[in-house]
Structures are given as structure tokens and as C-alpha cells.
């Protein structure tokens, strides 16, 4: 077994560790989500933390991890005799992305289950972490039915395994620790409310750290038992300052006037339910503990508020998570509790590292000054003749701000594919409605039991059967066959030309594609964004599952300039080749945003309709997002989409809640099979 990096060795990174230690405190307090960017100690700081752990007394033999002074009467094992005890270090359970639910949960081997009637279970990795951690990496690219199993898990305290009649249930307390990397994709905000505390994690930009950071890396890396060696005595008295804490956990008093701040400091930050109250309760108690008192203090409740709230305070996908210290501030000073500190922070008796030294922060977006997007505006006219905007150079527009975004209707792309776990468009997928059945290729999950028994019917006789039982073989089996939804790529293609640049015409742009982004993101979609204005176009977002990036993208969107609208086709195209090369599974969905117009370079509209008929040509679906305005209408969009094999839709009609308001699937000339 490889000697891990010791945790007091980490260099920085204050409230990581403190809330992992908070944790090894108080596990009741819910685990912590760890987000920042890649190379800042993530994964290093996690993998540390289980050789602080105390260890756990299990009952001998049990696969489950039983405590032989409560043992889970209903424990697949059980049931136990008394006195059989051993003690072993607290697991660490690593969930691998890509796993399987089988490896999740367990597996049980239907055949003997049928056949015999017995419960043969193989235990999963819920199980290993029963009464330990289960530590997920990139946690946010989980795919949502393993993200549902934890979220029962996490909620029952058990995990259930049941398959057509046969069940196993086992108990599974753990604690949840999960790090991402937010350019990566956001998380599910029910996953994100099992988080009992999060934190915000960066490279610090002093040299003097940095240099630091790879002086003890390089060394860990020559000898990592030697190293290990040198922080032994500071191991061994953070884990004594753990259990320390554990035992003295009981005898904090959390008083009326700390709980009337955590309460006050919940309603003023509109969280939604009451878990964050709970949370905050039990992260605040924890503190004290962790600094050798019994009282709970305004500077442990501030503190708590700091971890605990931070990802809850979200209101939509697009909002940066954080908390505004000076309002937090002001709610904790006006509902004062007794025992209150100064707010000097001088009497805090231990300000180090794994102290209770709070994380910066960051402002919720409204409260930044808001400028008027009007004030700015002179009369200019653009390509069409209508008034715009100055902006910093010639033949560009400052960004205009995306109208309110709103619900909008279903778009999907036709027939039935096979991509990665989504809500978009239909797909064969492990989970769903049960469509047929066939020959397992490979092990068995998800048996068709009418099949199977069918299989198996003909041949009772030559099988010699005698009794009421089945006798079924291997080649009886069957798997179930299902359909759900899938995640695709949405790619848009966002005309930021002159003829756009109109300042009301592009909020109500920008406003529709946020609308739309907003979707995918609740539809577990990846999204690319190509914009083209001026002479060319650009890739301003490569396709990612960071909806939020393509949302901050689409604010500084600049605009104004001719329309290269071929290019803007063309580069389109040469992007859906190159994600197919990486991600076969995945269909595309095309979104252009424009108004139809194609101008610059020789013979515009000519070339720009062959761009389109090479998306045609390729089966891809595509919608034109039509934004042609005033009395007189063109119709060239309509006439792209022609091109294009898609449909067109007005700003209006994009609505859910307009006339045409439709689940609408997006109809190409050719649909699949």
C-alpha cells in the first residue's frame, strides 16, 4: 500500500482542511464539496484525511461494518452473536466516475436467486463505505443514476438492491466528499444540498507558497516514507486533537442566541428548506469543539455561515456561489447572542491553519453596480439602418445585457440514440421504460423476467423438473431492453453582425440563448458556442459541460460589423466533425441565432446556403432562432432553416408559454431509423 501525502503537510488551502477536519469532528455535519481548479490539492487533501480518522469497531466477519454494540438487525449477514468485535482504520471509498450501478450498489446473482431462492449478494462500494468516507472525484461529471442511488443513500442511511421481487437492504452511513472542477460542468442542486459544507479552492499566487508547494511535492515524491516520517509527530497530534474534539463534542452548548443568528442568517440569505439551519447548527458546534470550548461563539457561528451557505445561497445555475460578508456581518451584529467576541479575532486560541479562519466571500452578482445599458447609446446606424450603441472601435458595439430569461420549449433532435444519460432526446439507455428484451451480451442487469420464464418454459421436461421450482439455465436469461433520454451537444451559432446589433434586439437575443442554456443545463447537455460578426467567426466556448462558462461567454459578447454568416456555418460544421471524432455516442443539436441576413465577401447568400446543406447532407438537426424584427419581414431564416433541414422559430414562439407553446421536436428532412 502507497504511503499517503500527510495532511498537515498540505501547504495552504486553510478551509479545506479545516472543513474535512470539521468533519472528522462532527460527521453528522454532512461532508464537504471541494471546488476550485485543477493541480490545487483537491484530491491530496481528501486521500490525507483518512489516516486522521479514528478507528471504527466492526463486528468480526461482517462484509457490512457493523458496530457489535448496535448491529443492523437487518444486515445480509446477520444476525451476529454477541462479543465478536475487531477495530481497523476508518475506509476511504473511492467512486470512480465511470462505474457501474452493479459496482455502486452490489450485485445479486439472479440466476441462483430464481432458480434456488437465494439472496447471493455481492457488496458494493456503499457498503465499503458504511461508517467511513466515500470520496467521489469530479463529482459533477457523475452520471445522474448514480447520482439518484447517493442521493437515497445519503437520505435513508441504507441502500436498497431490488430486482424483480428480490431485495437486500444493508445500512450505509458515510461521509460525502466530493471535489470538482467547476469549468467542467455544475453539479445537480439536489446532489449540491447533500453537501453539509463547501469550499472554494485556488493556487495562491505568492511565490514564496508556491515555491513551497513543489520543495515539499518533489520530496514527498523521492521518498514518500521518508517524508511521511518527518510530519509524523504533527499527524499524530492533529489526529489526538480530533478524537479530543469528538469526546468533547457532547458538552457543547449551542444556546438561544446562537440559534436565533443561525436562524436569522438563513432567512436573511432566502436558503431554501431548513437543512442549511441544521447544517450550520452542527458545523458551529463542531467549531467549538475543535477549539477546546464548550460554548458556541458569534465567531463559530460567522464561520459555520461561511462553509455552510455559500451553496445554497444559489438562486439559478448562473450565479457565482458566495456570500456577501458585509450583510452577513450586519445580520450577525443585529441578532447578537450572548457569548459574542469582539470580532477582533485576537482571542481565537489557534489562528493557524486548521484554526477557525474563515474563506473569503465572493459577492452575489446583483449586488455589483449595475450600469445603464441606455446611457451609453448615441444614434448610429447600423448595417439595416437601425439606431446603435458606440462602442470601443470601429463597426463594434459595447455588450449588451441578456433580457430575463425564461422557459422555453423542448427541443430534441429525432429517432433513438445511444448516448451518454440525459433529459434531451430519446435514447436505448440502462434505465427507463422496458421496450423489449434480449440475450445478455456480457453480465446480466436488468433481466426481463417474463422473457426469461418464457425461455425457460420449453424445456421443464427435458430438464428433468419435478418440483413447484423453475429450473433455469444461463442461455434462459434475458436482458431488458430500455428507453429514457439522453444528454446531446448543443451547439449555437450566434449572429453578433451589425444587423444584430441593435441594442434592445440583442438583450432579447442574448436573454433567448441564456433561456436556452439554462435548459441544458437542466437537460445534462454539453454546449459549444460559435459566434460571427465582422469578416470571420469564432469558437468562443470549444463544446464543454460548462454551461456557466457559455453563459459568461454569451455577456461579453461584442457585436456589430458585416454578416459572415458561410463562415459562421462552416466553422459550425468543422466543430460537430471534430466532437464526433471524440464522442461518436453524442448527437448534435445545431441552434443558429439569426436573422437570415448574409453579407461580405463574394456571393454571401450562395456560399452561406451551401454551408447549410452540408449540415443537411451529415442528418444533423438544427433550429433557426429567428430574430428578424419590424413590420417587414424577409423570411430569410425561414429559408435557412429550409436549407439547413430544420424548422425556424420566432423569439416569441420559443417561449413555452406562447400560443405555440408545443413540446416541438426539431424535424429534419431525414429522421433517423
Not at 513551497?212 to 510530519?231: G, H, M, N, S, T
Not at 445561497?313 to 445580520?331: Q, V
Not at 444614434?379 to 472601435?393: I, L, N, S
Request: with cysteine; glycine share 10%.
Amino acid at each position: 500500500m502507497s504511503t499517503p501525502f500527510p495532511f498537515t503537510a498540505v501547504v495552504g488551502q486553510d478551509d479545506l482542511r479545516l472543513a474535512l477536519l470539521l468533519n472528522a469532528v462532527s460527521p453528522a455535519v454532512g461532508g464537504v464539496l471541494v471546488r476550485g481548479e485543477k493541480g490545487t490539492a483537491k484530491s491530496t487533501a481528501v486521500r490525507a484525511l483518512s489516516a486522521l480518522m479514528p478507528q471504527v469497531d466492526v463486528v468480526s466477519g461482517c462484509r457490512f461494518s457493523c458496530d457489535p454494540d448496535a448491529p443492523d438487525p437487518a444486515c445480509p449477514d446477520g444476525p451476529h452473536e454477541p462479543g465478536a468485535r475487531v477495530s481497523r482504520p476508518a475506509r476511504m471509498v473511492e467512486l470512480p466516475v465511470g462505474a457501474s450501478e452493479d459496482r455502486l450498489v452490489g450485485a445479486l446473482d439472479i440466476e441462483r436467486a430464481l432458480a434456488e431462492g437465494v439472496k447471493a449478494f455481492e457488496p458494493g462500494l456503499l457498503a465499503d463505505a458504511h461508517r467511513g468516507i466515500l470520496y467521489v472525484d469530479e463529482v459533477n461529471l457523475l452520471h445522474d443514476h448514480l447520482v439518484d442511488l447517493l442521493l437515497d443513500a445519503a437520505a435513508m442511511g441504507a441502500s436498497y438492491v431490488e430486482r424483480e421481487g428480490v431485495s437486500v437492504r444493508h445500512a450505509s452511513k458515510f461521509l460525502l466528499v466530493g471535489t470538482m472542477n467547476p469549468e467542467e460542468g455544475e453539479l445537480r442542486p439536489q446532489l449540491l444540498d447533500r453537501f453539509g459544507l463547501t469550499v472554494e479552492v485556488a493556487a495562491s499566487r505568492e511565490p514564496d507558497q508556491r515555491v513551497e508547494v513543489v520543495r515539499r511535492r518533489l520530496a514527498y515524491d523521492d521518498d514518500p516514507a521518508a517524508f511521511a516520517a518527518r510530519w509524523a509527530d504533527e499527524e499524530a497530534a492533529v489526529r489526538a486533537r480530533i478524537t479530543a474534539a469528538r469526546e468533547l463534542l457532547p458538552s457543547v452548548r449551542l444556546g438561544d442566541g446562537a440559534l436565533r443568528q443561525i436562524a436569522a442568517t438563513c432567512a436573511a440569505f432566502e436558503v431554501d428548506g431548513m437543512r442549511a439551519d441544521i447544517v450550520m447548527a452542527r458545523t458551529a458546534t463542531a467549531l467549538a469543539a475543535w477549539a477546546g470550548r464548550t460554548d458556541v461563539l458569534a465567531e463559530d457561528v460567522r464561520q459555520a455561515a461561511l462553509l455552510a451557505l455559500p451553496h445554497r445561497r444559489r438562486r439559478n445555475p448562473f450565479d457565482a456561489p458566495g456570500l456577501d460578508e458585509d450583510k452577513l456581518d450586519e445580520t450577525l451584529e443585529e441578532f447578537g447572542g450572548p457569548g459574542e467576541s469582539d470580532g477582533d479575532g485576537d482571542d481565537d486560541p489557534d489562528p493557524g491553519p486548521d484554526g477557525p479562519g474563515g474563506p473569503g466571500g465572493q459577492p452575489e452578482p446583483d449586488d455589483a453596480p449595475q450600469g445603464d445599458g441606455d446611457t451609453a447609446a448615441r444614434p448610429e446606424a447600423g448595417e439595416d439602418g437601425e439606431p446603435q450603441p458606440r462602442g470601443g472601435g470601429a463597426g463594434e458595439q459595447s455588450p449588451a445585457r441578456a433580457a430575463e430569461p425564461f422557459r422555453t420549449k423542448v427541443l430534441s433532435v429525432p429517432g433513438l440514440g445511444e448516448g451518454a444519460a440525459g433529459r434531451r432526446s430519446r435514447a436505448r439507455t440502462e434505465h427507463g421504460r422496458t421496450t423489449g428484451a434480449r440475450r445478455p451480451r456480457g453480465a446480466l442487469t436488468k433481466l426481463h423476467l417474463a422473457a426469461t420464464v418464457r425461455a425457460a418454459a420449453p424445456h421443464q421436461r427435458a430438464r428433468g423438473r419435478s418440483g413447484p421450482g423453475l429450473v433455469v439455465r444461463r442461455d434462459d436469461l434475458r436482458q431488458a431492453t430500455r428507453e429514457g433520454r439522453e444528454g446531446n451537444l448543443v451547439l449555437f451559432v450566434v449572429d453578433a453582425s451589425g444587423s444584430m446589433a441593435a441594442r434592445q434586439r440583442m438583450s432579447a437575443v442574448k436573454g433567448a440563448v441564456l433561456s436556452l442554456l439554462l435548459d441544458a443545463y437542466q437537460r445534462r447537455d454539453k454546449v459549444g458556442l460559435v459566434t460571427f460578426r465582422g469578416s470571420a467567426a469564432d469558437v468562443a466556448l470549444p463544446p464543454t459541460s460548462s454551461v456557466d462558462a457559455a453563459a459568461a461567454r454569451l455577456e461579453s459578447l461584442p457585436t456589430g460589423g458585416r454578416t459572415p454568416l458561410a463562415a459562421g456555418l462552416l466553422r459550425a460544421h468543422e466543430v460537430l466533425r471534430v466532437e464526433r471524432l471524440r464522442d461518436p455516442a453524442r448527437r448534435a443539436l445545431v441552434v443558429v441565432v439569426t436573422d437570415g441576413r448574409a453579407t461580405g465577401g463574394p456571393e454571401p447568400v450562395s456560399l452561406a446556403s451551401r454551408a447549410a446543406r452540408l449540415f443537411a447532407a451529415d442528418g444533423v438537426a438544427s433550429v433557426v432562432v429567428d430574430c428578424e424584427s419590424g413590420p417587414v419581414r424577409l423570411g430569410l431564416a425561414g429559408r435557412l432553416a429550409g436549407e439547413l433541414g430544420g424548422t425556424a422559430v420566432t423569439l416569441d414562439e420559443l417561449r413555452a408559454d406562447s400560443i405555440a407553446g408545443l413540446v416541438k421536436d426539431v424535424q429534419g428532412s431525414r429522421r433517423a431509423a
